[in-house]
């Protein structure tokens, strides 16, 4: 049966064990039959644990203790930042640091990586944060092909809420000091290759990247989740952001 056509309704009701006894019955002959709706489990397992992990109270709670570490981390120019972006400077202050962005690079990349990180913040302590969560999850196709969007953009809200304050913390937001410790380009430029064998490997490498993240292995998750976006179709972390928040 091609992969396109299994149902990811039914995959989850198994995961979640809300099928009839009967109905378990005949799905688990089928997964001892089919390799392919093996993988195709295999592959949204991750997918959905990452969901309830998002959702979950102790995810709120975790982001509410990085956000009192972030402001009890700031220094004068990282205020200095924060009244820029709120508006709060006058004039004359303002233009000073607009022409500073404008001569200064590294610290037009701070701003702008300040600015990522509040908005990342500011947006998953909505209601419209869960909302977005659930809506993903309700709006679910039922071909696999469209799986690997939702993997990517659940390795994106990781990477922007959970490594944003890493960045803030151990980079002062130097772009350069994050490029040199944590990106790790794709080997060789390769991309990966169609069918059952890539799925398996996203599934694999998406489940290893997502335990290194909840381990507290932040670089060593970046590394890895970085590495799978840039493989994943349509999946720029920043478009992808921009697109949910």
């Known amino acids: ?80 930042i924060e009244w820029y972006l709120d508006g709060e400077l006058p004039g004359p202050t303002r233009r000073r640091v607009e022409q500073r962005m404008a001569e200064d690079e590294a610290f037009a990349r701070e701003v702008a990586a300040y600015r990522q990180l509040r908005e990342g913040f500011d947006a998953a302590r909505t209601e419209d944060f869960r909302t977005k969560l659930e809506g993903w999850e309700k709006d679910r196709p039922a071909r696999t092909a469209r799986l690997w969007p939702r993997l990517a953009a659940a390795a994106a809200v990781l990477l922007l809420i959970g490594l944003g304050f890493n960045w803030y913390v151990q980079a002062n937001f130097s772009a350069e000091a994050i490029a040199e410790a944590y990106y790790q380009p794709p080997p060789g430029g390769a991309t990966m290759g169609e069918g059952p064998d890539r799925q398996e490997a996203v599934s694999q490498r998406f489940e290893a990247a997502n335990r290194l993240f909840k381990e507290g292995q932040y670089p060593e998750a970046f590394r890895a989740f970085d590495a799978l976006l840039a493989e994943l179709p349509a999946a720029p972390i920043d478009e992808l952001t921009r697109t949910f928040y």
Do not use: C, H, K, N
């Open 1 to 80: 049966m091609p992969s396109e056509f299994y149902d990811i309704d039914s995959l989850e009701r198994y995961l979640t064990r809300r099928m009839a006894e009967e109905e378990r019955a005949a799905f688990e002959g089928r997964l001892q039959q089919e390799e392919g709706l093996r993988r195709e489990l295999a592959a949204y397992r991750p997918l959905l644990e990452s969901f309830r992990a998002l959702r979950a109270e102790d995810f709120r709670r975790q982001m509410q203790s990085w956000e009192e570490q972030w402001v009890q981390a700031g220094t004068d120019e990282t205020e200095l």
